[in-house]
T-cell receptor
Framework: DQQVKQNSPSLSVQEGRISILNCDYT??????FLWYKKYPAEGPTFLIS?????DKNEDGRFTVFLNKSAKHLSLHIVPSQPGDSAVYFC?????????FGQGTRLTINP | ETGVTQSPTHLIKTRGQQVTLRCSSQ?????VSWYQQALGQGPQFIFQ???????GRGNFPPRFSGLQFPNYSSELNVNALELDDSALYLC????????????????FGPGTRLTVL
């Protein structure tokens, strides 16, 4: 039962353009959401989060949007840079349990 | 300030054996969580320890057990290994077990790659 889904296994974007990574969830009881970035041979690193009481949170080049009615969140990266090439995971929290999506591999092309 | 470290980096075991994985938390952190990441999947929550007590558990059988020590380092033990236990095991440390903002400051180790033959 995949409660958090990232339906795109991979995404390729040109340097300087916007990258949009998507995530859907099924459990309406989730009340906090996070995005992580993972490089090979390293653990995931926290990028940005959003509470369910908000619909947008911005941190530099990274913006997360939450649409609760659609149970959908997205991560926008603008402008995309070569160092952004990594696997991105969205995650949701309920009762101290962190539930991850399957990940999307983002490749930024020069 | 040291980061989260895990040992060993890689491990090969055979079915039915037992394994112990170790995690050293970020300095000052009192909470550790363990995750299993199968190939092509996201990490799955196994359990969390806060000040040496289990503070939540995911859908894993009892043969997955853990310990947290007074210095907040931690062990994950898996008994009666099965082929499906082959995965990357991640630990993550944070300060405090309540409040969602603590997850913003949760740091992951690089993981232990376990292969069960």
């Amino acid at each position: 039962d995949q409660q958090v889904k990232q339906n795109s296994p991979s995404l390729s974007v040109q340097e300087g353009r916007i990258s949009i990574l998507n995530c859907d969830y099924t459990n309406s009881m989730f009340d906090y959401f996070l995005w992580y970035k993972k490089y090979p041979a390293e653990g995931p690193t926290f990028l940005i989060s959003i509470s369910s009481i908000k619909d947008k949170n911005e941190d530099g080049r990274f913006t997360v949007f939450l649409n609760k009615s659609a149970k959908h969140l997205s991560l926008h990266i603008v402008p995309s840079q070569p160092g952004d090439s990594a696997v991105y995971f969205c995650a949701a929290i309920r009762l101290q349990k962190l539930v991850f999506g399957q990940g999307t591999r983002l490749t930024i092309n020069p | 300030e040291t980061g989260v470290t895990q040992s060993p980096t890689h491990l090969i075991k055979t079915r039915g054996q037992q394994v112990t994985l170790r995690c050293s938390s970020q300095s000052g952190h009192n909470t550790v969580s363990w995750y299993q990441q199968a190939l092509g999947q996201g990490p799955q929550f196994i359990f969390q320890y806060y000040r040496e007590e289990e503070n939540g558990r995911g859908n894993f059988p009892p043969r997955f057990s853990g310990l947290q020590f007074p210095n907040y380092s931690s062990e994950l033990n898996v008994n009666a290994l099965e082929l499906d236990d082959s995965a990357l095991y991640l630990c993550a440390s944070s300060l405090g077990a309540s409040g969602y903002s603590s997850y913003n400051e949760q740091f992951f180790g690089p993981g232990t790659r376990l292969t069960v033959l």
